[in-house]
């Protein structure tokens, strides 16, 4: 019998996200981010739960956007670092796959292909990884209309480097950089908004957003927690309590003999680990809930346990589950007490973890 170290999927509290991004998309449509393998939760179950919702998705890669396809779904499917090969634009061009075009590289391979997709183009205002500078737009949309592919160009995409802090004032001025870069074609399509823009009042949406992290109750924002921001939790991460012993004061626990009880102390043992994806930096006092209750870790995080202080439970018992993050526990603080983002959490449990999904597809 394996053990009940599991990761439970809530597709209800996925569209109910989904429902918020678009009650703060202020009017604009909201194109579904499901990349990185639907963020953890699975590509195939994610898009398949928000089918009826989301009239577009968008991925990072075109193995992303294949696997939506092969989920039986329809949507078009914005890649966002485009294609990283000539003939991925051919394959585009079959699948209602949209390539984000950002390179002079793939505007040559585009030049001599006669199937061509819809596409966009990438606009640089500041982030400075991808994207055309302003001053080349011209110039690019000169060479579009050179080889009569002006006709495919959806329209324009940027993204934020700090849309996270609300005090910076960068996303304004990268805002601003935008709309003067793109203001000679009015006719042309508008996005810029990731999942932290949904939550600055201000920000102009344009005609579509790109949320991601906020669809699975993850915060996109600095200091707060997805249930903060009026979001659910997506994953529950999950594993059972598999032995309870009193340690008396003066030993230690685990790897490197970091924790040292200062009194005699119940501690229990869990059946996960950084092996699971778990991260090993979430140390003592960072949080897990069993029966509802919270606790704190203690100790070192092994490949496949860590220790639990059980002091403040005393019910607790071999068997049940202990919850890592999810509905008590969010995900966010959890990240940040192993100094790090929801984002990798989430995308990071190990495919050792069966995924559990609740909340049947709506199509």
Known sequence: MPRSTVVRIDLDALRRNYQTALNRAGGAQVMAVVKADGYGHGIGPVASA?????????????????AIREAGLAQPVALLQGVHAEADIDECARNRFEPVFHSFQQLSWLERLEARPAFWLKVNSGMNRLGF??????????????????????????????????????????????????????????????????????????????????LYGGSPMVGKTG??????????????????????????????????????????????????????????NTPAAINGQRIRLIGRVSMDMLAVDLGEVPEAAVGDAVELWGEHIPVDEVAACAGTISYELLTGVTRRVPRVEDGASTT
């Open 50 to 66: 928000l089918d009826s919702l989301a009239p577009k998705f968008a991925v990072a890669c075109i193995e992303e956007a294949a």
């Open 133 to 214: 500078h302003p001053d080349e737009l011209a110039g690019v949309m000169n060479r579009l209309q050179a080889m009569s592919a002006e006709k495919g160009l959806l329209g324009f995409v940027t993204h934020f480097a700090c849309a996270d802090d609300p005090d910076s004032a960068m996303t304004a001025q990268q805002t601003s950089v935008f709309e003067k870069a793109t203001s000679a074609f009015p006719g042309l399509m508008k996005s810029v908004a990731n999942s932290a823009a949904h939550f600055h009042p201000d920000q102009p949406m344009f005609d579509w957003s790109r949320p991601g992290i906020m």
């Open 227 to 284: 249930p903060e921001l009026g979001l659910e939790p997506v994953m529950s991460l999950e594993a059972p309590l598999i032995s309870t012993r009193m340690v008396p004061a003066g030993e230690s626990v685990g790897y490197g003999a970091g924790w040292v009880a200062d009194r005699d102390t119940r501690m229990g043992m869990v059946a996960i680990g950084y092996g699971d994806g778990y991260p090993r930096h979430a140390g003592t």
